[in-house]
């Protein structure tokens, strides 16, 4: 597997000079296995992703979401491919019993919010619900869904291929202990991208408001459960808008200390799951 992030922003957008080196855009991960293109999470990252697959000639997709809230899906609409009837995208999200992942996807691109509806779209787009501790296949990859912790519900992936494990668990929060679910989910993961928005006294509150109940997660948290489930590398994810390049550095200097194969996720960066890692996961 090979994996390249185009988006790994939290909660907004944050272009400007003093994020250009981490980058400004929003959730959006793409793992190639084999033959088949995985993309985690539609953010306005989705866009260059979208580009260079037209470079690419690519025309074939499936997408995961993690949840809906808008920094997680506001990329679908610039999808440059969606608009090509020679695409196939499959899109993969979870149920909540009210709303058909279509309709949850279709009411951002309604009047007045924007001019093209979801059903207009010429790519053929087709709807997967899933449910937590389903597993099912992508080519051949294999995929293992969980339930997290966050405000309206969040799921994560475990994506396995030809020995090498990634796992993608962004918009959690930790609480007073290791989520289990996580844990087991995480087990032996060669890759873990995990949620680092907050720094420990940005969460707590003692440098401003608290962000208890909010929906994400710290550097600390993340070192804590890659040690504990045995990941390989931690990859520090959904870096808060306000967080300069210097202070992403700063959480990455601080997530090493405590779990010394940790990096923060930055636009472009490529994590290549060759041989040595199959043999590590054997």
Partial sequence: MKVRFWGVRGSIASPGPETAGVGGNTSCVEIVAGSERIIL?????????????????????????????????????FFAPAYLPATELHIVGGSDGRHTLREKLGRQMTEPHFPVQLDDLPATLSMREVKPGQTFAIGEARVTVARLNHPGGVYAYRIEHEGSVVVFATDTEHYAC???????????????????????????????????????????????????????????????????????VDIEARARALFGDSVAAREGMAIDLGPAVSERAA
């Fill in 41 to 77: 999470d539609a953010g306005t990252g989705l866009r260059r992703l979208g580009d260079e697959m037209l470079r690419q000639g690519a025309h074939k997709a499936t997408l995961l979401l993690s949840h809906f809230h808008w920094d997680h899906i506001q990329g679908l609409p």
């Fill in 178 to 248: 290791l989520d289990p679910v996580l844990r087991k989910l995480a087990k032996g993961a060669d890759v873990l991208i995990y949620d680092a928005q907050y720094t420990p006294e940005e969460y707590a509150g003692s440098a401003g408001r608290s962000k208890v109940g909010w929906g994400h997660s710290t550097y600390v948290a993340g070192a804590e459960l890659a040690s504990a489930a045995d990941v390989g590398k931690l990859v520090l994810f959904h870096h808060d808008p306000q967080r300069t390049d210097a202070g992403v």
